[in-house]
């Protein structure tokens, strides 16, 4: 435990804390982004209803709200993940055995690719809209009682 000097420690650990805050900004980001990317895809579906009168067909696997809930769960196992991490940091720190691990760079990596394709398809999906004038607006009758 004492192999280690005091000062140098100290800036051990508060390295070890900033990283798992830029970790739990990412998770944060993530889960912010799934849920605005899931919101958004109901009201593009909404607006769509709204303008056709018609129920738009929707794909039960690449969809905007699937996409969504996905990073919400993948923002919410990045933060155990970087707690899990720095907890392990912390006591290799502690120990004096600190062994870099690069397995958790490339589990995220490896994900983000993963869902970043996922965003393809609905990237390129295009709604076959009928082109058609905007619906006549019905005078309203008025009381003037």
């Given at each position: 435990?004492?192999?280690?000097?005091?000062?140098?420690?100290?800036?051990?650990?508060?390295?070890?804390?900033?990283?798992?805050?830029?970790?739990?900004?990412?998770?944060?980001?993530?889960?912010?982004?799934?849920?605005?990317?899931?919101?958004?895809?109901?009201?593009?579906?909404?607006?769509?209803?709204?303008?056709?009168?018609?129920?738009?067909?929707?794909?039960?696997?690449s969809?905007?709200?699937?996409?969504?809930?996905?990073?919400?769960?993948?923002?919410?196992?990045?933060?155990a993940?970087?707690?899990?991490?720095?907890?392990?940091?912390?006591?290799?720190?502690?120990?004096?055995?600190y062994?870099?691990?690069?397995?958790?760079?490339?589990?995220?990596?490896?994900?983000?690719?993963?869902?970043?394709?996922?965003?393809?398809?609905?990237?390129?999906?295009?709604?076959?809209?009928?082109?058609?004038?905007?619906?006549?607006?019905?005078?309203?009758?008025?009381?003037?009682?």
């Amino acid at each position: 435990m004492d192999k280690i000097p005091k000062i140098d420690r100290q800036r051990e650990h508060q390295a070890n804390e900033r990283t798992f805050l830029a970790w739990l900004r990412t998770s944060i980001a993530l889960i912010s982004f799934g849920f605005v990317i899931a919101r958004f895809g109901i009201f593009l579906r909404q607006l769509n209803i709204t303008l056709t009168q018609q129920e738009p067909p929707v794909s039960p696997l690449s969809n905007s709200e699937n996409l969504g809930v996905a990073l919400v769960i993948f923002g919410i196992s990045t933060i155990a993940l970087a707690a899990w991490r720095y907890n392990q940091v912390f006591w290799q720190i502690e120990g004096g055995n600190y062994r870099p691990n690069r397995l958790m760079v490339w589990i995220m990596t490896g994900a983000v690719i993963i869902l970043g394709f996922f965003c393809i398809p609905l990237l390129l999906w295009r709604d076959k809209v009928p082109s058609r004038s905007p619906l006549p607006i019905q005078p309203q009758s008025r009381n003037l009682h």
